[in-house]
């Protein structure tokens, strides 16, 4: 088992950053792929990025690619999603998500952090 918490939401600005971090705990050898989440209130959840634990594969949401970057520290067991150029769009929670396979549904889950950006 898995156990993933999420820090680093919080208020900013449009054209502001924030980086967005994801303590791994457990099994976190079983890890194999890990990505971000977001789900802004009455839509639907969408993936924003994702990679596999040793950094190889990296994808982005079309809506985010060029502002936002995913990244992990293994020595850490850290996840990281630096956000740069936000705008309003972006604002929703943000989750960060792990899985131990290379296909198929994320398994581990965090509780979400909150981001929200004004104009």
């Known amino acids: 088992q898995v156990q993933l918490v999420e820090s680093g939401g919080g208020l900013v600005q449009a054209g502001g950053s924030l980086r967005l971090s994801c303590a791994a705990s457990?099994?976190?050898?079983?890890?194999?792929?890990i990505a971000w989440f977001r789900q802004a209130p009455g839509k639907e959840r969408e993936r924003v990025a994702a990679?596999?634990?040793?950094?190889?594969?990296?994808s982005y949401a079309d809506s985010v690619k060029g502002r936002f970057a995913i990244s992990a520290d293994n020595a850490k067991k850290t996840i990281y999603l630096q956000m740069n150029n936000l705008k309003p769009d972006d604002t929703a929670v943000y989750f960060c998500?792990?899985?131990?396979?290379?296909?198929?549904?994320?398994?581990?889950w965090g509780q979400g952090t909150q981001v929200t950006v004004s104009s």
């Open positions: 998500a792990a899985r131990r396979s290379v296909i198929g549904n994320y398994e581990s």
């Open positions: 990679m596999t634990w040793t950094g190889e594969l990296r």
């Open positions: 457990g099994r976190t050898s079983a890890i194999v792929r």
